[in-house]
Each structure stands twice: as C-alpha cells, then as structure tokens.
C-alpha cells in the first residue's frame, strides 16, 4: 500500500536544514507547539529507535517515517515518507491523524528555517469541532491576504494549502504563523475536528489568548 508522501522546498542550504531536524535546540523552534510533554516528545520521536545518514541526509524516526533532503535549485526539498500502516488496532486508526501532524511540522519547519532560523518562539494550540471563522482568505500560497478572525485583524500571505489545512503569516504576530485545520464529519470523527496553532515571536501569548480561547470553550 502506498503511503502519504509531504514535500516542500526550503529556501535554506542542505546543512541548514538537516541541522534544524537533528539538533534538540532547533527542532524546538518548529516541532508541534509548546506543552508540558515538549520535551519527551522530541526525545521520543527524533532520539529514540531512529536511524540517520549525515552522508544522505537521511533520517527515519520511530514509527518509520522516513526524511530525505537533497539539493535543488532554490535551496532544499524535503520529502517525509510516512512509515507504512499498523496492524496496531490501537495506533492504525490515528494514522490519517499523524499524517496531518506531520504536513503542519513540515510546513512550521521551512518557516522557521526560512524566516526565524535563530528565534525562539511562543506558542498556542487550539483544538475543536467548529471550523475558525477565516473570512474569505483566498489565493495560492505567496499571494498576500487580510482578514479578521475573533476580532483580530490579520495580515500577511498565504504560506501553503493542503485538502485539510491552511497555513497563514501574520504580520502582527512578530511576523508569526497561523495553521489552520478542518476535517469534515465522518464515521471516524462524527462532529469533524478543528486545529488551530498560532506561531508568536516578541509578543505576549496571554494577551493573544484572551481573544482565541474563549472561541474553543464554547
């Protein structure tokens, strides 16, 4: 059975890149979002039952979803093969779930890369059933974008599109990211699954969660 297979292009050297997927300080400027397990989570996945080729640039992680990083015109393209299903009636069914994880990872990985390779960042993570309100953001990823979400008015350019996500630069965020994500109603989630992370640098988390929050509680 074929597996999912995530593609971008990082506007960075090959070495950059590689550095930011195997040094435990940078993977924690793009890896998921800030929680209390942050930590474990990067020795787990990124440390534990891997196997790596400098040579290559090569890296499979546990779980067996495979990166590799070659040099092409306009900096790096990096390919996440995702590992193949499990017989696991525990794990197989958040599969499609890891998958979409690992399209905001990688998509969090060329922003940083490209536009904070040295900043630290914050952090918030939302999760839901009701689709965040976006306006009419429209346009392919590069196009430039203005809308108002909980009161907030956001501006930037789209940073990419996928079947279920959308990712957006924003401006008042320090130059920061918003990813987006909606899975309609299923069998396997009933009432759909929402996802908000929003990517800060030089502003205060708090004041920004005191808008967003209050959204997700309802």
């Not at 996945?45 to 992680?61: G, K, Q």
């Not at 299903?85 to 779930?97: I, N, T, V």
């Not at 590069?142 to 789209?158: I, N």
């Amino acid at each position: 059975m074929n597996t999912p297979r995530i593609e971008v292009t990082v506007a960075a050297p090959v070495e950059a890149v590689w550095a930011a997927l195997r040094e435990k300080d940078k993977i924690r400027h793009w890896h998921g979002w800030e929680f209390e397990g942050l930590e474990a989570e990067i020795d787990l996945i990124y440390f534990t039952a891997y196997t790596e080729s400098t040579d290559d640039h090569t890296l499979e992680v546990q779980g067996g979803d495979r990166f590799e990083l070659s040099e092409v015109d306009g900096g790096t393209r990096v390919v996440l093969t995702r590992g193949p299903h499990s017989d696991d009636p525990q794990w197989e069914p958040y599969y499609d779930d890891i998958t979409e994880g690992w399209i905001t990872f990688v998509q969090q990985l060329k922003f940083a890369v490209e536009r904070h390779p040295a900043d630290a960042r914050r952090t918030l993570f939302y999760s839901g059933t009701t689709p965040l309100p976006t306006a009419d953001v429209s346009g392919e990823p590069g196009t430039s974008y203005e809308a108002e979400v909980l009161g907030e008015k956001l501006r930037g350019e789209v940073w990419f599109r996928s079947e279920h996500q959308l990712g957006l630069t924003v401006e008042g965020w320090g130059d920061g990211l918003l990813v987006l994500s909606h899975i309609p109603p299923s069998d396997a989630k009933p009432e759909g699954a929402s996802m908000a992370v929003l990517t800060l640098y030089g502003v205060d988390p708090d004041e920004i969660d005191a808008r967003w929050a209050p959204y997700w509680k309802k």
